[in-house]
Nanobody, 116 residues
Framework: VQLQASGGGSVQAGGSLRLSCAVSGIIFSINYMGWYRQAPGKERELVARINSGGSTNYLNSVKGRFTISRDNAKNSVYLQMNALKPEDTAVYFC???????????WGQGTLVTVSS
C-alpha cells in the first residue's frame, strides 16, 4: 500500500488549506483513513479519521474547523482545514488501517505552516 500526500503549504492565521492523500496498491480491507500531525518537539497526534461507513473522529482542538472526507472511488482521503491557527503548524501524515490485520500504512509528511 502506498500513500501520496499533497496540499501542505504556508498560510496566515485564519486561512485555509486542503490536504489530499491518494492511496494505491493492494487496498482491500482498508477501514480507517485519516491524518496525524507532529509539531516540533511534540508527540504525533491523531487529527481526524474516517471509517468506511463515513463515521468521523476529530481532535478536540480542530473540531468545527477541520473536515475529513474520503472518496472511495478514487481511494483518497482529504482534510479541509479552515480558520487555521499558528498552533496547527506541523507535519501532517496521512494513514490508512487495514482492519483484517490491524496494520497501519503511512504516507510521507506534508508541512503545514501557519503564521500569525
Amino acid at each position: 500500500v502506498q500513500l501520496q500526500a499533497s496540499g501542505g503549504g504556508s498560510v496566515q492565521a485564519g486561512g485555509s488549506l486542503r490536504l489530499s492523500c491518494a492511496v494505491s496498491g493492494i487496498i482491500f480491507s482498508i477501514n480507517y483513513m485519516g491524518w496525524y500531525r507532529q509539531a516540533p518537539g511534540k508527540e504525533r497526534e491523531l487529527v481526524a479519521r474516517i471509517n468506511s461507513g463515513g463515521s468521523t473522529n476529530y481532535l478536540n482542538s480542530v473540531k468545527g474547523r477541520f473536515t475529513i472526507s474520503r472518496d472511495n472511488a478514487k481511494n483518497s482521503v482529504y482534510l479541509q482545514m479552515n480558520a487555521l491557527k499558528p498552533e496547527d503548524t506541523a507535519v501532517y501524515f496521512c494513514y490508512v488501517r487495514r482492519s483484517s490485520t490491524s496494520t497501519d500504512y503511512w504516507g510521507q509528511g506534508t508541512l503545514v505552516t501557519v503564521s500569525s
